[in-house]
């Protein structure tokens, strides 16, 4: 279900600070890094990571990569290699100071890198890197609300927003189609309201829950749990990393007998659930969180679509809208903008620009430690 052949959303240099790279781990020999940054672990931000040419690298440069405490949670669990764990370093929510190492071209240099929660999915944060007077910020994949933008303490100073020299910004959905897309805790409440009708219809009908990303949905799974007291069934290979972590993801069980709601591991509703869950007396809703179909919405429209009887598709984005990046840029004003995976473009009137760009869905639709309330102000 989650494996699919992808490209990085990100070139991966910071070119204001040489010799750092985010969110892109490929021809490790060649760039011979002095500090690696990953924002999430999602495929199209992974990709060379578990290369054994990066780790090879590594033992000979003693470079290290720098992520979130729940994302080096995950790279443990997917590493292929076990020496990879002693290049990773996790670091708290705030601010650090981390050392360059020296180059035969650059001296040791102390950087101050300081993780701001994403929104984008557990353990997602942004890099603010400040080196002498320069402020750097990457987003790596990430959701804000505007109205939401003054709480961001570590974006501001004196009461008012920092000087960026340059903001590196997922644009994933910058088209003009996706001008809007609602809060995600709104769209939930919608799931949860259906599929408690679904389950009251009668004891043969189930939920199949279908994802494009293999992380990134475990508050809808515990919401779920929350409203209705139904855990939502992983297969055994999730269960091995939520079952390490089980406070921040109370609502997923891999016990089957104690739920009618899966994960489901399907590419749809046409294939069998015998491999699934081994199960195929039941009636099924199936349930697919996406946002990538959801263009031309307004605040008026619904989150949540009935295509058959038997499937509802909800919006749940965890992106930008295109309206949100634009606030998100003109809130900040930075000297320099880098767009990823789209190109940023200046607009000089948002609501009649036809701003397009042409979407490879094959290679952009690619898989995607802290508390409950954390986990819960990320996702609205």
């Not at 054994?52 to 000979?60: A, M």
């Not at 007998?257 to 046409?270: D, M, P, Q, S, V």
């Not at 909800?314 to 000297?335: G, M, N, Q, W």
Request: aromatic residues 12%; contains cysteine.
């Amino acid at each position: 279900m989650y494996k699919r052949t992808c490209h990085s959303s990100f070139a991966g240099p910071i070119e204001e600070i040489p010799g750092v790279y985010v969110d892109n781990f490929e021809n490790a020999g060649k760039k011979m890094a002095r500090a690696y940054f990953l924002s999430h672990y999602h495929q199209d931000h992974v990709q060379g990571l578990q290369d054994i040419s990066l780790l090879e690298t590594l033992e000979k440069t003693k470079a290290c990569i720098y992520t979130s405490e729940l994302t080096s949670v995950i790279i443990n669990y997917e590493k292929k290699h076990p020496n990879l764990m002693k290049y990773v370093r996790a670091l708290k929510t705030g601010s650090s100071v981390i050392t360059l190492p020296s180059t035969e071209n650059y001296a040791e240099t102390l950087l101050t890198v300081t993780l701001i929660h994403a929104g984008h999915c557990a353990g997602s944060t942004m890099f603010l890197f400040t080196l002498d007077s320069k402020k750097i910020l990457y987003t790596g994949d990430f959701r804000t609300n505007t109205s939401d933008l003054p709480k961001y303490t570590a974006l501001h100073e004196n009461g008012a927003p920092i000087k960026l020299n340059a903001l590196f910004i997922d644009t994933t959905f910058i088209d003009v189609d996706y001008e809007y897309f609602p809060k995600r805790s709104e769209c939930i409440d919608e799931l949860v309201f259906n599929v408690k009708k679904w389950l009251n219809r009668g004891e043969l009908n189930a939920i199949a829950i279908h994802t494009s990303a293999k992380y990134g949905y475990e508050f809808v799974f515990n919401d779920i749990y929350k409203q209705l007291g139904v855990k939502v069934y992983v297969d055994e290979g999730i269960w091995r990393l939520y079952s390490t972590i089980p406070k921040l993801v109370p609502g997923v069980t891999n016990n089957l007998n104690e739920t009618r709601i899966h994960l489901c591991t399907n590419k749809n509703e046409r294939t069998t659930h015998k491999l699934c869950i081994g199960d195929e007396g039941k009636k099924f809703l199936y349930i697919h969180l996406s946002a990538m179909k959801w263009y031309q919405l307004s605040e008026n429209s619904s989150s949540v679509n009935f295509v058959t009887p038997s499937r509802l598709d909800v919006c749940f984005a965890t992106h930008c809208s295109r309206k949100e990046i634009y606030d998100f840029v003109k809130y900040l004003s930075p000297r320099k903008i880098v767009g990823f995976p789209n190109r940023y473009v200046e607009l000089a009137d948002k609501k009649t620009s036809e701003l397009k760009f042409e979407r490879d869905i094959k290679k952009r639709r690619v898989d995607e430690k802290v508390d409950e309330n954390l986990l819960r102000a990320m996702m609205d």
